[in-house]
């Protein structure tokens, strides 16, 4: 089988921990070139300009964004008038419009877009849908707790304008729900916990229609949680690990306790995206992300530094 070129922008921590170990390990996917100002990945052609790589490289049809959200629209952009298949990070960008944008320019040039959640390919999120289907939801809680710094290691655009903050992380989880949960819910109260010295929260506290509510910490030293709990009309289900692990009442019954199933399942995903021309954007999650700095009332905590 013939592999499709692929060139990777940004390539930072999440490029390096999961986006190369996907690709190589992938029968769709020939890692083609990297573009990045600093970064690269032993062996494969470097470009440290983005315009530069479009003009020198039309053999290689499809980018996939890894920078952060803020200047992710401007490369999103610019491949997709070149006519290149553009795969997102998330969150997809830094406002909804811009995404909005994108969306509209791929369909008129008659590509693909992907704005990905790979927490959606957790390994229990669909056998949690599943389960979920025909059941009254009661309440659901989710628990997204765990440490900037380990994850984010000196990554100061989290904190700046479009970083999103703690939400940058508590997306995955509201990506979960978007996709389990069988009706939709909605943003009704935010607590932002913003550091005295930062732009984005570092800690929120939600309240959704459907008595769904959300804790989400970037404070957690130690142990990290990444939980969302469901009570229905015919016992609980808890998803554990991120969505890789399902519990109902109690008892462990899917799913399998590691996150490197979700960047391959992306990839093959992108695969097909490519092969039908069709797009995959869908922005629930962000939606309740901008609810919520709309909503939000805003309390300042103390300093934070890296
Ligand atoms: P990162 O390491 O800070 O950034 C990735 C790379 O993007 C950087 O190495 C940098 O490469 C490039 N970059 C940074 N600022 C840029 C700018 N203003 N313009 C152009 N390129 C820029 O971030 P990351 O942790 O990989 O996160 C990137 C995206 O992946 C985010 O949307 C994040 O939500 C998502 N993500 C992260 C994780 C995680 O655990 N960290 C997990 C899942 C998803 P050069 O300096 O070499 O150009």
Known sequence: MTRTKVALVGIGKIAIDQHVPALNASPDWELAATVSRKGS??????????????????????????????????YAQAALLAGRHVMLEKPPGATLAEVHALTALAAAKGLGIYA?????????????????????????????????????????????????????????ALSILTEVLPRPVHLTKAILEFP??????????????????????????????????????????ALRMGGNVLEIDGKAVAGESTIMGEYPALYARMAELVRTGTSDIDLAPMVHVADALTLGRREVTDAFQF
Not at 122 to 145: E, F, G, M, N, Q
Not at 147 to 162: A, S, Y
Not at 201 to 228: K, N
């Open 196 to 237: 005295s010295n930062r732009q984005t929260p570092i800690a929120a506290r939600l309240t959704f229609s459907g008595q769904v509510t959300a804790d989400f910490d970037w404070r957690q030293e130690g142990l990290q949680t990444w939980d969302i709990t469901v009570e229905t009309d015919s016992g609980s289900l």
């Open 116 to 172: 990905t959640w790979h927490s959606r390919m957790a390994h229990a999120v669909a056998p949690a849908k599943a389960w979920l289907k025909d059941k009254t939801i009661k309440s659901a809680h989710i628990t997204w707790r765990e440490d900037v710094r380990k994850w984010h290691p000196g990554q100061d655009w989290v904190f700046e304008p479009g970083g999103m903050g703690v939400f940058d992380p508590g997306i995955n």
């Open 41 to 74: 990945v032993p062996g494969v052609p470097a470009f440290t300009d983005f315009a530069t790589f479009l003009a020198e490289r039309p053999d290689v049809p499809v980018v996939s964004l890894c920078m952060p959200p803020a200047p992710r629209f401007d």
